[in-house]
């Protein structure tokens, strides 16, 4: 399958420095064969969060290259599905000149993780894996 036979997804949260990054690196490393993966955000961070880079290299994903990037610059790409993975992105969802179908399924923000280390990092392994069971399902069912 060339990269012209693959769909494209576009994921979406509000800095693009957590959920988003997630999705993005477990659609690559799980659909690639079938998606082209990218992700933005509507506000972007400085750059990804360092426990989300620790959470998916413990699934044996990495995403430390990653780079938090706005939304603006991907509006006039030929998406075939965009998912939006928390309410802020969803509400400032912009709009794209084509109609794309668009899928809201909202995780919690690791990043708001409050206590130790450790109990933020637990929060991370929890998003991480609900990102993984079903954001990836949902994209998969749409391939």
Known sequence: MTLGDKKRVLILCTGNSC???????FVTHLL??????????????????PLAVKAMAEAGIDISAGEPEIVDRHLDEPWDLVVTVC?????????????IETVHIPFDD??????????????????????RD?????VRKRG
């Open 19 to 25: 959920r988003s990054q997630m999705a993005e690196g």
């Open 32 to 49: 690639g064969g079938q998606w082209v993966a990218r992700s933005a955000g509507t506000r972007p961070a400085a750059r990804v969060h």
């Open 87 to 99: 309410d802020s992105a969803r509400e400032a969802c912009p709009t794209f000149p084509r109609p």
């Open 110 to 131: 690791p990043a708001d993780a409050e206590g130790t280390d450790e109990e933020k990092m637990a929060v991370f392994r929890r998003v991480r894996d609900e990102i």
């Open 134 to 138: 079903r954001l990836v399902a949902a």
